[in-house]
């Protein structure tokens, strides 16, 4: 005979049995917030170490050089005469150690330490000047530095789900703000609001292996459904399948640099040159990832946990 050994015992655990689906649940929400941030760091890392980072078009300028020669700098010390010496280059190397940093806080930040968080939002702060760094090298065009919002906030968002909870208010409208600019930045370009990047005719020719007619009318349909994913968020109906085609085809975007520049004929195939860029997009992916776990229904879980007797 089979029977409840203690039913008070029971009582007593149900309130944890019914809580644990849901720690596991916030747990994967935090994991991609983790990841997102971890692998944007790494990515960009890489770029400050091994190739440089777009600083220059905000500081090979007259009017810094005039305040750095008043110090006693000339300007083959500000500029350089090859790669990896001047100024600016010196400066952005020693960037790369921050990022580096903020590569392992992004894994190792805890909501007790503030010391960890101010480390995250210092990289966060950076990640931003590049960005602006790239807008202003594109000639000040809008969506290069919107498309750049999942990047730019996903230590952010890392930072409110430790502090305040991967569920709270604050941090799911962040989200939002990220994956609509993410999207509707590349939206933007695709649809031709504003010239399309050479980059994106390139990938998609060499990937899909069709004429140009053909590339732009697919990019103009992919980018409609950037601003249709958009709008879906605010529709719960379909907000589920929004952010799921966004964790997709922003994972198919990010790899479309390594997959259309990779090569035998390169060395190392050309990872050097492209993985990176596929890593520090991860963000592009893993907030609509994180946005999908966070609204799908949960699934139910029959209470097999009973104590028993013979």
Not at 99 to 110: D, K
Request: glycine share 8%; with cysteine.
């Amino acid at each position: 005979m089979v029977c409840c050994g203690n039913p008070t015992l029971v009582m007593k655990d149900f309130p944890t049995i019914l809580k644990m689906p849901g720690e596991k649940q916030d747990q994967t929400l935090l994991l991609c917030l983790r990841l997102g941030a971890f692998l944007c760091f790494a990515g960009w890392a890489w770029v400050h170490f091994y190739w440089q980072a777009p600083y220059g078009v905000l500081l090979w300028q007259n009017n810094i050089f005039s305040l750095l020669e008043r110090i006693g700098f000339t300007w083959e010390e500000f500029v350089g005469t090859g790669a990896g010496d001047g100024w600016v280059q010196e400066w952005s190397g020693r960037v790369g150690w921050l990022f580096l940093a903020c590569t392992i806080l992004s894994l190792t930040a805890r909501n007790a330490s503030r010391f960890q968080m101010i480390g995250l939002l210092t990289g966060s702060l950076f990640l931003i000047i590049l960005s602006y760094a790239k807008f202003v090298k594109a000639q000040y065009q809008l969506p290069m530095f919107v498309e750049h919002g999942g990047q730019m906030l996903i230590p952010v968002l890392l930072v409110l789900a430790l502090f305040f909870g991967v569920r709270h208010p604050t941090t799911v409208c962040t989200a939002i703000i990220a994956f609509i600019m993410t999207f509707a930045g590349h939206g933007a370009y695709a649809v031709g609001f504003w010239p399309t990047p050479s980059t994106f005719y390139a990938m998609t020719s060499v990937i899909l292996n069709v004429e140009y007619q053909a590339t732009q009318i697919f990019l103009y349909i992919v980018g409609v459904m950037d601003f249709v994913i958009c709008l879906g968020l605010f529709l719960p109906p379909i907000r589920c399948a929004s952010v799921l085609y966004g964790a997709a085809w922003g994972f198919v975007t990010a790899l479309a640099r390594p997959v259309a520049g990779m090569s035998p004929s390169l060395n190392y195939w050309g990872a050097d040159q492209f993985l990176h860029e596929a890593i520090l997009r991860a963000s592009h992916f893993l907030i609509p990832l994180y946005l999908f776990f966070l609204w799908k229904k949960p699934s139910s879980t029959p209470f097999s946990e009973s104590t028993k007797e013979t």
